[in-house]
């Protein structure tokens, strides 16, 4: 079984700094990528995804994220974060495997940004 | 256009009961999935459904049950609620099947506390 791993557990940052947090997954085939962000009291919302092609995935709100196959990695980064952007991200893994669309979350990171 | 709706948004309910909790996917969406989040943890699959049919299964005991209707609304339903149910409950509907090419959209959840 696949499985997801977010090695950040809590981040705080101070606004403008850049951000990167950690995805890692266990899965031999091939997978499709997705984080999630989840703002207090909202809920799950799709930052981005990849699927296939360019390694490297521009998603809503100047975020991105990068794909390295040979690390089992997707990163989520932001060059200049805001005091909006304190939420929970989740990073989630689907196989791709045309079984179905069951997402593997990590157990995801609490960013807190400072004014 | 409305987005997945549930039902109820909290509720409690004692150890042994029986729970019914309901979800409306976006108009044109054929898939529901349903998703466990305990509190600090990431969301963990329960079920997919498509078309009515049951389509995957997480880890998950037998007391958890679920059903699509034909409009691809879905009901998932818990048995002798135990302590360790108490989570946010949280439904995720999308176009299609399969994860490739789609994007799956999450409810706010339904908060149940078992007391």
């Known amino acids: 079984a696949q499985s997801v791993s977010q090695h950040n557990h809590h981040v705080i940052l101070s606004e403008a700094a850049s951000l990167e947090l950690g995805c890692n997954y266990s899965y031999g085939g091939t997978v499709n990528l997705f984080w999630y962000v989840q703002y207090p009291g909202q809920h799950l919302q799709l930052l981005l995804k990849?699927?296939?092609?360019?390694?490297l995935v521009k998603g809503i709100k100047g975020f991105e994220a990068e794909f390295i196959k040979s690390k089992f990695s997707f990163n989520l980064r932001k060059p200049s974060v805001q005091w909006s952007d304190t939420a929970e991200y989740f990073c989630a893994v689907n196989p791709n495997n045309n079984a179905g669309n069951m997402l593997t979350f990590g157990g995801g990171t609490r960013l807190m940004v400072k004014p | 256009d409305a987005g997945v709706t549930q039902s109820p948004t909290h509720l409690i309910k004692t150890r042994g009961q029986h729970v019914t909790l309901r979800c409306s996917p976006i108009?044109?969406?054929?898939?529901v999935s349903w998703y466990q989040q305990v509190l600090g943890q990431g969301p963990q699959f329960i079920f997919q459904?498509?078309?009515?049919?049951?389509?995957g299964r997480g880890n998950f005991p037998d007391r958890f049950s679920a059903r699509q209707f034909p409009n691809y609304s879905s009901e998932l339903n818990v048995n002798a609620l135990l302590l360790g149910d108490s989570a946010l409950y949280l439904c995720?509907?999308?176009?299609?099947?399969?994860?490739?090419?789609?994007?799956?959209?999450f409810g706010e959840g339904s908060w149940l506390t078992v007391v």
């Open positions: 108009s044109g969406h054929k898939s």
């Open positions: 995720a509907s999308s176009p299609m099947r399969t994860a490739s090419g789609n994007t799956i959209y």
């Open positions: 459904y498509y078309e009515k049919e049951e389509r």
């Open positions: 990849y699927f296939s092609g360019d390694p």
